[in-house]
């Protein structure tokens, strides 16, 4: 069974840009999440979401959004980069329900210049 | 509000030898799960295990065992006959558990395994 995918791995972007990065979960796990990894903050949960929906949500600022396709596949958006948002972004998948087991991708690291 | 605390600075041992990295949690749910995930320099993080708060028995996941003590509030990781690629960052994190799944996790600040040849 494959794992979880993220695209793209490395990401380099300005100031005031805009970002889009993509998550595919493990076939058949219908719950993605997104968290944030920086050295200062450590890891920080974004957001989640199942069956299309937004389940739950961290305490980030509405630059961060995201959405979930039929199929599960997600993607984060963040608008108007800041030298902040320098990260690596790692989605993790579960079967959603009844299930507290997560996978995570190999990760996004975005780098704002 | 759940916290999850990892204070041990950067951990060495002996390559074959056992070690235990420390985890202390705080949380008022009376149900919640423990995981631990390992972190190589690659930056995936890797589940290794698990361990509900109203399990009976430590998980044990091959190498991997869990020393779960309910009352000191602790999630100890057990990694026995350490291998070289065992070198990594590790993270105790710990979620809720509802009704349904709840999947945000949150983390400890992390530990720095190296193995030693």
């Known amino acids: 069974k494959a794992g979880v995918t993220q695209t793209p791995r490395y990401l380099i972007k300005t100031r005031g840009q805009q970002v889009t990065l993509s998550c595919s979960p493990i076939?058949?796990?219908?719950?993605v999440s997104w968290y944030q990894q920086t050295p200062g903050q450590g890891l920080q949960f974004l957001f989640e979401?199942?069956?299309?929906?937004?389940?739950n949500k961290g305490n980030f600022p509405g630059r961060f959004s995201g959405r979930q396709f039929s199929n599960s596949r997600s993607e984060m958006n963040v608008s108007t980069l800041e030298l902040g948002d320098s990260a690596l972004y790692l989605c993790a998948s579960s079967l959603g329900t009844f299930s507290y087991e997560q996978y995570f991708g190999p990760g996004t690291r975005l780098t704002v210049t | 509000a759940q916290k999850i605390t990892q204070t041990q600075p950067g951990m060495f041992v002996q390559e074959k030898e056992a070690v235990t990295l420390d985890c202390t949690y705080d949380?008022?749910?009376?149900?919640?799960?423990l995981f631990w995930y390992k972190q190589p320099s690659s930056g995936e993080m890797i589940f290794l295990i698990y361990q509900g708060s109203y399990d009976q028995q430590n998980a044990t996941e091959g190498r991997y065992s869990l020393n779960f003590q309910k009352a000191r509030k602790s999630a100890n990781l057990v990694i026995s006959a350490s291998q070289l690629g065992d070198s990594a960052m590790y993270f105790c994190?710990?979620?809720?558990?509802?009704?349904?799944?709840?999947?945000?996790?949150?983390f400890g600040k992390g530990i720095t395994l190296s193995v030693r040849p």
């Open positions: 949380t008022s749910d009376p149900s919640y799960g």
């Open positions: 994190a710990m979620t809720r558990r509802n009704t349904g799944a709840n999947s945000k996790l949150t």
């Open positions: 979401y199942f069956s299309e929906t937004q389940r």
């Open positions: 076939s058949g796990h219908r719950s």
